[in-house]
């Protein structure tokens, strides 16, 4: 007796067919729906900064990159709740509760750059020198060692 494997099928093929998938593939589609229907609510500035996590027994729960935008969503919240009211999606919304969680990545700082220059290097080196702290010197020395070679 052989395994013989099944046929291999597009994964789109699959997430519409297999129970659970069909299930999370669904609530995916629903919250993208729900999330492009916020974002024309909100204000263009926005819009980067708040997501829709669920919807469930009329309460809205939107998470926002920083206690900034969240103070600025919480002033407008009455006017977004009007507004998200009068979409037929949204009917039977109570009330719209905003979570700060920053994003997990941590976006580079343009222009900021850890090289020592040479000029520096050259500081660190003299300033060694006059250490007498046998720890301190070697500290001091290792980082005047890492100036960029130009």
């Known amino acids: 007796m052989a395994f013989r494997p099944h046929a291999a099928r597009e994964p789109l093929v699959l997430l519409r067919e297999a129970r659970p998938l069909k299930a999370l593939f669904n609530q995916t589609l629903r919250i993208t729906q729900l999330q492009r229907l916020l974002d024309s ?23 926002v990159t ?17 507004d998200l009211q009068a979409i037929p999606e949204f009917a ?12 997990t990545t941590q976006a580079q700082v343009a222009g900021s750059s850890s090289a020592l220059s040479a ?6 080196q003299d ?22 070679k130009r």
Do not use: M
């Open 66 to 82: 920083d206690s900034h935008w969240a103070t600025r969503l919480r002033y407008q919240q009455r006017r977004l709740l009007r």
């Open 119 to 124: 000029n520096a290097a050259e500081s660190l």
């Open 92 to 103: 039977g919304l109570s009330r719209v509760l905003f979570k700060v969680r920053p994003p």
């Open 41 to 63: 609510q909100l204000q263009p500035a926005a819009r980067a900064h708040c997501r829709l996590a669920s919807w469930r027994e009329g309460t809205l729960l939107l998470i």
């Open 127 to 148: 300033t060694a020198e006059g250490i007498t702290n046998p720890a301190l010197r070697a500290a001091l020395e290792r980082l005047a060692s890492r100036a960029t």
